[in-house]
């Protein structure tokens, strides 16, 4: 099945300077790269996804990248926030009937003011 | 917006006693995840279910059991509770479809005494 490795799995940042997730995964035949955000004590929260036919997304101060030859992809927070801080999971998806998502370890981002 | 609803919030059970966990999709949304999230630890895929089908069987014990119903909703059953089984439960829909995004609900949390 497919495996997911997301580093760092703690990350601390100043407020205003930018924070960067990376993952990898196993298997070529996911084609669904969501990432969430999960504050303590609630279900997680879709922030931005990719999907395998492109290289790049960005949307306001986040933005996510694909490599699929490398089979990794990343997250970057630019101009971080300290309601940026909880955790962030990526995941991966193969479509047959239904999106099924691996998930990440997880990365705790702290943004300190 | 309409999001998932999941009840109860909080379940306190003992060992070897059964819990019912519900779940209400975001309307018109006919596909439902249910993920364990221990503490610390990302979400993992349990089942999931596509037009009152089951769609795909991740790692549930047998001791739990899920459907979906006419309405759309979905219920996981746990019978025999060990201490093992507290955990975060958290169901997620979505459109049909490749690649679409599934939405998570606020989770129920079960600890078993």
């Known amino acids: ?113 | 917006a309409a999001g998932v609803i999941q009840s109860p919030r909080h379940l306190i059970k003992e060992k070897r006693e059964t819990a019912t966990l519900k779940c209400y999709p975001i309307p018109r949304h006919d596909t439902v995840y249910w993920y364990q999230q221990g503490p610390g630890q990302d979400p993992q895929f349990l089942i999931s279910f596509y037009e009152k089908m089951q769609s795909d069987k991740g790692s549930i014990p047998d001791r739990f059991s899920a459907q979906q119903f006419s309405d759309y909703h979905s219920e996981l059953n746990m019978s025999s509770l060990e201490l093992g089984d507290s955990a975060l439960y958290f169901c997620a829909s979505s459109l049909p479809g490749v690649a679409t995004e599934a939405f998570f609900g606020q989770g129920t949390r079960l600890t078993v005494v």
């Open chain 1, 1 to 113: 099945g497919e495996n997911v490795e997301q580093h760092p799995s703690t990350l601390s940042v100043q407020e205003g300077d930018s924070a960067v997730i990376k993952c990898t995964y196993s298997d070529s035949a996911s084609n669904y790269f969501p990432w969430y955000k999960q504050e303590l004590g609630k279900g997680p929260q879709l922030i931005i996804d990719i999907r395998s036919n492109v290289g790049e997304k960005k949307d306001q101060r986040i933005a996510v990248t694909l490599n699929k030859t490398a089979k990794h992809f990343s997250l970057h927070i630019t101009e971080t926030q300290p309601e940026d801080s909880a955790v962030y999971f990526c995941a991966a998806s193969i479509w047959n009937a239904g999106n099924m998502l691996t998930f990440g370890g997880g990365t705790r981002l702290m943004v300190k003011p």
